[in-house]
């Protein structure tokens, strides 16, 4: 018997999905399943009506030209997450989504791109790539990822990262931080998928978007996460030692 049903929203998944970003949906549902819970998945697209029930949203990564193809939809769609976000609705943008859900992204060419403002970061667009494997240090333990971006994001005074960079460039490769992260809302440049190598904070997100769906505390099942931890563990070790 299921424990409930929990409803996952995935933003754009054609236009800002292009590195591998949908893997983090199907992981986060079929983690759903395997602990004893029904995921329902909307993929929202620009111009349709957001789902009334939304209790984990997430977000991809892509090039300038689908940012600017989601700007208008987001702009009208972000009142909603707005609300979801104060009401404490866990929030996974990655890339290109964690970019736009800040105050600004201004292109390479200086073109100004509002956000959200759902973090109190700003990102600039450089000609030189940020490119390779990152691991973090982050109130979930160590957390591994693939970062392939050209935005520089910085954040603002009291906001606080996703995690400290060990190894990899971060936010802009200079100031050690890596994402941001506001109550339940996270932004971060790690591809990988993130979270098929991360189970921690999968189960995180889960245990924050499974009260709000049911009214009942995250009762996790018994997953075997072995092979999981394995590969985050040797990326660890053969970056940081």
């Known amino acids: 018997m299921s424990k409930g049903e929990v409803h996952v929203v995935h933003l754009y998944p ?6 591998g970003d949908l893997g983090n949906t199907r992981a986060l549902s079929t983690r759903l399943t395997r602990h004893g819970y029904t995921p329902v998945v909307h993929n929202h697209h620009p111009g349709a ?35 979801l976000a104060a009401g404490g609705t866990p929030m996974l943008m990655i890339c ?10 201004v292109t390479v060419d ?14 600039q667009g450089n000609p030189k790539r940020m490119i ?29 990262a996703f995690g400290r960079v060990r190894s990899g460039f971060g936010n802009n490769g200079e100031d050690g ?15 990988g998928p993130i979270i098929p190598a991360n189970p921690r904070f999968a189960d995180a997100l889960l245990a924050y978007a499974v009260p709000l769906a049911t009214g009942a505390a995250f009762r996790p099942g018994e997953l075997d996460d072995t092979f ?4 985050r563990t040797r990326q660890v070790a053969r970056l940081v030692g």
């Open 228 to 231: 999981a931890d394995e590969a």
């Open 110 to 123: 200086g073109k100004r791109l509002p956000g959200l403002g759902l973090l109190d970061v700003t990102t």
């Open 14 to 19: 054609r236009e800002m999905s292009i590195y």
């Open 49 to 83: 009506v957001f789902p009334e029930q939304a209790h984990l949203v997430l977000g991809g990564g892509g090039q300038d030209s689908g940012q600017a193809r989601v700007e208008a939809d987001l702009e009208a769609i972000g009142p909603r997450l707005t609300e």
């Open 132 to 160: 390779g494997p990152v691991v973090m240090s982050t109130d979930f333990g160590d957390v591994v990822g693939y970062e392939n971006h050209s935005g520089s994001t910085r954040l603002a005074g009291g906001q606080a």
């Open 177 to 191: 931080t890596e994402g941001a992260r506001t109550g339940n809302v996270f932004g971060t440049y790690l591809h």
């Open 96 to 105: 290109g989504m964690y970019q736009l859900f800040g105050n600004a992204f």
